[in-house]
């Protein structure tokens, strides 16, 4: 169980150090007034696209011997665009995503706990309205 | 002699971390993940948590066994350590700054919010309890992690499962929710951040 929370720690470091968990930095993204943030995405992508490649061509197995399948996401458009625009709105207004809210806490900033809340009050709308809502 | 290497570490360690550094370690992050048998998705903890506090009782959308996601909630629970050691332990010489680019200090002058080139502390002044005395404060804290739980599980997945799990195993959706991230933050970031300041 603790090798998550390793994970996390490593997830935390990351995301600090590199200063992605700043609010500042993401103002400076939506300005694309700097390389950086782009190019800490960019280059998780790119990485990931070559492991993911690697995964799907040797095989790789997990931990428990089963081979790494990757599900395919539903191929719909509106939950994604609508869904994205909305949590593009949250993700630029308080400065951090998920991630950073959880290390930014850790930091000391204990006012994230409002975030958390309210995230998870958000959470629970849309699995009030989810059968009301275009897919 | 140890001593002095371990010194070594954590000054190197302290220095803020380039972009080809921190990416390719998300990326790593992200693959560990997949060997231990998981999806990397750190806003599904939103979710497990609702479900944890009851929501499973009052709603189908919660009703998941809030236990298969203690693996997750493992990966936030280190996140939150990583950042008080990262911030208590390495923050190195230059201390809690964001070293944003003087065209985005000119910029956030510009719409009112007054900072100093070289003295952007990591978290702005206004993301605190004391920035809740005001309405601008609500609508950045609570009102941005309202639309980011609502819109994370709405189009299924954050920045980490969308932009960087989703894209990494070339998911169109992904692509597509990415891009309405951005359209969301351009929006905020273009017409509704200059609106609120000073306050």
New interface residues.
């Given amino acids: 169980?603790?090798?998550?929370?390793?994970?996390?720690?490593?997830?935390?470091?990351?995301?600090?150090?590199?200063?992605?968990?700043?609010?500042?930095?993401?103002?400076?993204?939506?300005?694309f007034?700097?390389?950086?943030?782009?190019?800490?995405?960019?280059?998780?992508?790119?990485?990931?696209?070559i492991?993911?490649q690697i995964?799907k061509a040797r095989h790789?197995k997990?931990?428990?011997g089963?081979e790494?399948l990757?599900?395919?996401?539903?191929?719909?458009?509106w939950?994604?665009?609508?869904?994205?625009?909305?949590?593009?709105?949250?993700?630029?207004?308080?400065?951090?995503?998920?991630?950073p809210?959880?290390?930014?806490?850790?930091?000391?900033?204990?006012?994230?706990v409002?975030?958390?809340?309210?995230?998870?009050?958000?959470?629970?709308?849309?699995?009030?309205l989810?059968p009301r809502?275009p897919h | 002699m140890f001593m002095e290497f371990l010194i070594q570490v954590r000054e190197f360690l302290s220095e803020p971390w380039p972009w080809y550094v921190a990416g390719p370690l998300l990326a790593l992050v992200m693959f560990v993940l997949l060997y231990f048998g998981h999806e990397f998705g750190i806003s599904e903890n939103f979710r497990i948590m609702c479900a944890a506090d009851g929501a499973d009782q009052m709603n189908d959308f919660f009703k998941i066994n809030w236990k298969d996601g203690q693996w997750n909630l493992l990966v936030a629970l280190g996140a939150v350590f990583g950042g008080y050691v990262a911030s208590h332990y390495f923050m190195g010489t230059e201390g809690d700054t964001a070293h944003i680019s003087d065209a985005t200090v000119a910029s956030l002058n510009e719409i009112g919010l007054s900072v100093e080139a070289g003295k952007e502390p990591f978290v702005p002044e206004f993301i605190s309890w004391g920035g809740l005395l005001h309405w601008q404060g609500w609508l950045m804290i609570a009102g941005g992690g309202l639309l980011v739980g609502f819109g994370a599980r709405y189009a299924g997945g954050c920045t980490s499962g969308h932009a960087i799990s989703g894209l990494s195993a070339l998911q169109l959706p992904s692509l597509i929710a990415v891009i309405g991230f951005f359209l969301g933050g351009l929006f905020v970031t273009y017409f509704v951040l200059p609106l609120l300041f000073p306050f």
Wanted: net charge positive; charged share 10%; with cysteine.
């Fill in positions: 169980m603790s090798r998550y929370i390793l994970v996390g720690i490593l997830l935390g470091f990351i995301l600090y150090k590199s200063e992605a968990a700043s609010w500042f930095r993401i103002y400076e993204m939506f300005r007034q700097s390389f950086h943030m782009f190019g800490i995405i960019g280059s998780a992508i790119l990485a990931g696209i492991i993911v995964i790789v997990n931990v428990e089963q790494i990757i599900k395919d996401k539903s191929k719909t458009i939950r994604y665009l609508i869904g994205g625009f909305t949590f593009g709105l949250g993700w630029s207004l308080a400065g951090a995503c998920p991630a809210m959880f290390i930014l806490l850790g930091a000391g900033h204990t006012v994230f409002v975030y958390l809340v309210a995230a998870m009050t958000g959470t629970y709308l849309y699995g009030v989810r809502l």
